[in-house]
């Protein structure tokens, strides 16, 4: 499952944990539930990893916009030599070369959409791993300093800034360490818990 397809869902599960929490009967709110939120994308960004994936997809993205630009003044120039020679060429000859170029001009189109898919893989291949990474360290702070959940924070209207963890976080996914367990955040709402069986 790619991390873009997960964080389309982080809104959903988001919600279904605030309808838990509203819909659940009083009686049933036994233990308290910790929460905390974690700007994912601001982390795999932040990071060390993220910092030199964007440099490495910036020197990519340059090159073939060089390219793409110096393909593009050619294609004007052709143009303009074309529209020049308007009045000079036969209305057959003049047809065969402005199809020339318009063939020449879908040719760099078509290169375009290829360096953007281009782009896009390998930004999903040098960010899938750091997200990866992300979501362990997320995993190993929800287990070390007991939180039952842990949101994305792009899915909250709202958050106490004592339960974001996403500076904690960049700096666990540098260090690429267990996370010792951190500062207890302020009792946040009561909880809903499953009803005992």
């Given at each position: 499952m790619s991390h873009?397809?997960?964080?389309a869902l982080a809104p959903v599960v988001a919600l279904a944990v605030l309808l838990l929490l509203v819909l659940t009967p009083s009686s049933a709110r036994a233990a308290e539930l910790k929460l905390?939120?974690?700007d994912v994308q601001r982390v795999v960004m932040n990071s060390e990893d993220g910092l030199r994936a964007q440099a490495t997809l910036k020197k990519l993205f340059d090159?073939?916009?060089?390219?793409?630009n110096r393909r593009q003044v050619d294609l004007q120039k052709q143009r303009e030599d074309l529209d020049k020679q308007q009045k000079v060429l036969s209305k057959e000859a003049m047809q065969k070369r402005f199809e020339e170029w318009q063939k020449v001009?879908?040719?760099?189109q078509q290169v375009f959409l290829e360096y953007n898919n281009e782009l896009q893989k390998k930004?999903?291949?040098l960010t899938s791993p750091i997200f990866e990474k992300v979501m362990g360290v997320i995993?190993?702070?929800?287990?070390?300093?007991?939180?039952?959940v842990i949101l994305d924070k792009a899915t909250a209207a709202f958050?106490?800034?004592?339960?974001?963890?996403?500076?904690?976080c960049i700096q666990l996914v540098n260090v690429g360490a267990t996370p010792a367990p951190g500062p207890t955040p302020a009792?946040?709402?009561?909880?809903p818990s499953a009803p005992k069986k």
């Open positions: 873009s397809f997960r964080l905390a939120v974690v090159s073939r916009q060089q390219e793409l001009a879908g040719e760099l930004e999903k291949e995993k190993r702070l929800a287990s070390t300093d007991g939180f039952d958050v106490r800034t004592d339960l974001d963890l996403t500076d904690r009792p946040g709402p009561v909880a």
